[in-house]
Nanobody, 123 residues
Framework: QVQLVDSGGGLVQAGGSLRLSCVAS????????MGWYRQAPGKQRELVAA???????KYADSVKGRFTISRDNAKNTVYLQMNSLKPEDTAVYYC?????????????????WGQGTQVTVSS
């Protein structure tokens, strides 16, 4: 089993900053892509940022220049540094990891999700 625990959300004023963290634990052989998604009330979950095991990143247009994704492979952790926050960034943020595992001598990978952390930006 694999568990992802994300944290770091909270209430912040517009223009402020938050740093989200997500730690993966359990039966992990490798972690491939990791990412952050968000879901606002009444809206679909959307990709915010993603990072490969090699460190290549991509961002949603709405957060480019304000958010930075990074990872610490030794700690199985992904971070999201969020600066210049806007009220429209308010959402529940979820981390996702593509985790490689071994079972019975076979390698396979599955996507796992964190439980979500609430980010609220007041105007």
């Amino acid at each position: 089993q694999v568990q992802l625990v994300d944290s770091g959300g909270g209430l912040v004023q517009a223009g402020g900053s938050l740093r989200l963290s997500c730690v993966a634990s359990g039966s992990i052989f490798s972690i491939n892509d990791m990412g952050w998604y968000r879901q606002a009330p009444g809206k679909q979950r959307e990709l915010v940022a993603a990072i490969t095991s090699g460190g290549s990143t991509k961002y949603a247009d709405s957060v480019k220049g304000r958010f930075t994704i990074s990872r610490d492979n030794a700690k199985n952790t992904v971070y999201l540094q969020m600066n210049s926050l806007k009220p429209e960034d308010t959402a529940v943020y979820y981390c996702k990891a593509d985790v490689g595992q071994y079972s019975g001598g076979y390698y396979f990978s599955n996507n796992y999700w964190g439980q979500g952390t609430q980010v609220t930006v007041s105007s």
